[in-house]
């Protein structure tokens, strides 16, 4: 886990650490100290914590005149016994929803693994999001996306498995949004 860094392609564009509306301002990270980790395990120290024992993030971009954002994840997503999505929504999302922020990308190629319980957390965000937010999975693994369908949870969540082809490092943020938007537009029959 220590060598994966967050994607820092787009700092020209975006650094949650100078961004007063994101809960990360002002965080200054030891490139010498390894201190985060998930579970037990040292994670690089450019990842975020937010209080998850098991989960870590990094905001790669936000557009606050287009109400987005794209969150790099990394760990295990463990509703199950840490309320994952719990401590995400209180310590991250709101924050920038009450920012403007109301469509949330999020990145799970490096989420490992799911363990997921009940979708009333999920319910009550999307209630909030709508009609307009979203929260959509990027390159979530099948078994993550197995999970989110098992537990009801897809309904509050949308991917696509075109989209989970992209090869999303060589495009701009704003080229990510309109191909997630277009896609959603497709899901919604709209």
């Known amino acids: 886990m220590f060598d994966i860094e967050p994607w820092y392609g787009w700092l020209h564009l975006y650094d949650s650490e100078q961004d007063e509306n994101s809960p990360f301002f002002g965080v200054e990270h030891n490139l010498f100290e390894y201190d985060r980790s998930i579970y037990d395990m040292p994670a690089h120290p450019l990842w975020e914590d937010f209080d998850s ?67 009333d957390y999920y319910e009550a965000f999307t209630e909030e999001l709508w009609p307009e937010g979203y929260i959509h999975l990027l390159k979530a693994r099948a078994e993550v996306k197995e999970e989110f369908l098992r537990y009801g949870i897809s309904a509050f969540v949308s991917w696509s498995e075109s989209l989970d082809q992209l090869n999303w490092r060589k495009l701009h943020p704003d080229q990510i949004l309109s191909l997630v938007e277009e896609t959603n537009q497709k899901l919604l029959g709209k």
């Not at 098991?54 to 199950?80: P, V």
């Open 53 to 119: 024992e098991n989960l870590l993030m990094k905001i790669l971009y936000a557009d606050y005149n287009k109400g987005y954002c794209i969150i790099e994840l990394i760990g295990e997503w463990n509703d199950l016994q840490f309320n994952d999505f719990r401590l995400m929504r209180d310590n991250c999302l709101q924050y920038l929803f009450d920012a403007g922020i109301d469509k949330f990308i999020l990145l799970c190629e490096n989420v490992f693994s799911a363990f997921l319980e009940m979708e």
